[in-house]
């Protein structure tokens, strides 16, 4: 079988909430299954990779400096990034590296970050930094196919506007905007949230469908993924959509 080739995007400025466990996930349901997952990082003044030898490319959540800070790397990687994404590989972005592969992040301070505008949607953030989107979250997505119930932990202050296909239908919590119905965006090869958590360690169906959907990029035999005993998972996301839809 293939191995799955993974770039983790500014591990170091882009961490928040543990996003990193995401990765730690992948891994972990790759390697009980017999896949091999190899897992590099990029960080600002690592050489430049080639983005389209890879499956996936990684980047997590951060406050507004760190998104400043690697903003500049960021565009030099432009090119590289849509070439790739183009090609098929998978885009996984987490809440502040969600916002950055938009046309821009205005922050509290009206300072404007450009994006990579691979996407056509916008984020502002209210110029009150006491106006934030902060606490658990619950979406339903059709993503894999059938209907999941996601929970993960929002904070943000940014308002993403114009979502063409957002990720999940909000059931609790706010989503791109504040008391939205809409959350993330979502194309076949993208999966861009707000949902820290770490998202894939409450919610396998998500990781399993980048894992199936790396697995079977570029095969002419497609291959199904062995079933992983998920009960504690889903016994402990249970827990949490009794506690936040039915009370
Ligand atoms: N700094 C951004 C905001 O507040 C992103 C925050 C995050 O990644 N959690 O909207």
């Not at 983790?8 to 400025?13: K, L």
């Not at 995401?22 to 080639?50: A, F, H, Q, T, V």
């Not at 404007?112 to 949607?121: M, R, S, T």
């Amino acid at each position: 079988m293939k191995t799955i080739k993974i770039l983790h995007m500014y591990a170091d400025m882009l961490d928040l909430y543990g996003d990193s466990g995401n990765m730690e996930i992948l891994n972990y349901r790759c390697r009980m299954r017999g896949i091999e997952c190899r897992i590099d990082k990029y960080s600002i003044d690592s050489e430049m990779p080639d983005f389209s030898s890879y499956d996936l490319i990684y980047i997590g959540g951060g406050a507004d400096l760190e998104q400043q800070h690697i903003s500049a790397d960021l565009l030099k990687c432009r090119d590289g990034i849509v070439k790739a994404y183009n090609e098929g590989v998978f885009l996984f972005l987490i809440c502040g590296g969600y916002q950055l592969m938009g046309r821009y992040y205005r922050d509290a301070d009206g300072n404007e970050i450009p994006g990579l505008g691979l996407f056509d949607y916008f984020t502002i953030a209210p110029s009150s930094r006491k106006m934030r989107c902060i606490g658990n979250i619950v979406i339903r997505t059709m993503v894999t196919g059938e209907t999941v119930d996601v929970v993960g932990f929002e904070n943000h202050g940014g308002q993403t506007q114009e979502v063409k296909t957002p990720f999940g239908e909000v059931l609790y919590g706010n989503g791109n905007c504040s008391k939205s119905s809409a959350e993330g965006y979502f194309e076949k090869n993208v999966i861009a949230t707000y949902l820290h958590g770490p998202l894939l360690s409450k919610n396998p169906e998500i990781s399993d469908y980048m894992i199936s959907y790396c697995i079977n990029r570029g095969v002419t035999k497609s291959v199904e993924l062995s079933v992983l005993d998920d009960r504690l998972e889903k016994d402990c996301r249970k827990v949490m959509l009794d506690r936040l839809l039915n009370k």
